[in-house]
């Protein structure tokens, strides 16, 4: 898996006087079936989430509200994307290491995954995903 597979998705924006609204749905603006969704709030200043990789579990993530920036890495290079917009959602594929920093204050993080949770899917060591990257 690459950098190259991370795609940002533009996702429905309905206008409104009245307020704006947007959705996804299984297999159509998110690209898998969905079996969990999570959000991160009440973030301290200067705090980073994630710092893992999942073995086989594909997601994206939204900025709901306020701003984060999500750092990816494939073993190779990095790549920073500073999500803002409640119809942007950032789409990454497995094995990408992947961390969430500068969250501003009142931020909301919604993931939306194709697995339940397992800690198995987990890999929390960055040497231990380098090695993997390389073996395949
Ligand atoms: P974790 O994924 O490690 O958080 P981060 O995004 O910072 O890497 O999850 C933190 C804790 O929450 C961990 O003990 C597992 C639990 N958890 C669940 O029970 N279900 C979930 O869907 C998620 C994402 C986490």
Not at 4 to 20: E, M, W
Not at 33 to 46: K, L, T
Not at 70 to 91: C, H, M, P, W
């Amino acid at each position: 898996m690459s950098l190259q597979q991370v795609k940002l998705l533009q996702l429905p924006k309905i206008l409104d006087d009245r307020g704006n609204l947007s959705f996804f749905e299984n297999n159509n603006q998110i690209p898998f079936e969905i079996q969990r969704v999570y959000w991160i709030y009440d973030v301290p200043g200067g705090e980073l989430r994630g710092g893992h990789a999942y073995k086989d579990l594909q997601e994206v993530i939204i900025a709901l509200s306020g701003s984060f920036d999500v750092v990816l890495n494939d073993g190779i290079s990095e790549q920073k994307f500073s999500l803002n917009r409640s119809y942007t959602a950032l789409y990454v594929p497995k094995m990408i290491w992947r961390h969430l920093e500068n969250f501003s204050t009142n931020s909301l993080a919604l993931i939306v995954t194709d697995r339940f949770f397992e800690e198995q899917q987990y890999i929390r060591d960055f040497q231990e995903f380098k090695n993997a990257m390389h073996e395949q």
